[in-house]
């Protein structure tokens, strides 16, 4: 999408550990024009199919996702991040490494969310090793729903997520791809 490739470029922070900061526009000052867009892309992708839920994980997936539910026209659900000990047995749960906290999370969602009838489309802002999104595949899973897709806005495409869910057959769609990227001299590259 050459909207999101040109902020990329333009605004991208590259910071030490392969972590590519947005803030300007999509991860703490939010183009809302720019979100929309990016909902209408994703909605051209996955229209055909039948979509009863946008999922995703808090906290930068929800504005996106907000974007895409209104083409689609149905709920958004978003994992949140377990900060108690005790796991209640009305969420689903899930463990997730996270890229750019280096700890582990332990991601819920409410059983009354999701269920067997539902054909869930995941959204997120990245995808790095995927561990994100595998944790929410899990989810719909655990609850008998069908993934129909999975779209992301950034794919940095040198670490592994893009891969792995690729070669385990899921559809996933996203809006941009970074090659490459070196914080110092600063340089982003581009599919
Ligand atoms: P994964 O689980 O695929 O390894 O990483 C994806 C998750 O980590 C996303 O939910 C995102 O919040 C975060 N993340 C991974 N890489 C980056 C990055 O380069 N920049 C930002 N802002 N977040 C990232």
Redesign the pocket.
Known sequence: MELLKEKIIQEGVVKAG?????DHFL?HQIDVELLDQMGQEFYNHFKDKKITKILT?EA??IAIAVMVARYFKVPVVFAKKNKTLQVSNDVYTSS?A???HQTTNQIIVSKSFLSEDDHVLIV??????????LGLISLVEQAGGTVEGIGIAIE?GY?A?GTRLREAGYDLLSLAIVLDMCEEPRQITLK
Do not use: C, M
């Not at 392969?18 to 947005?22: A, D, F």
């Not at 997120?124 to 999104?133: K, N, S, V």
């Open positions: 392969q972590v590519l900061k947005v991860n994980i930068s997936g997730v996270s890229y750019t997120d802002d990245f995808l790095a090793q995927g561990e994100a999104t940095k670490q997520g």
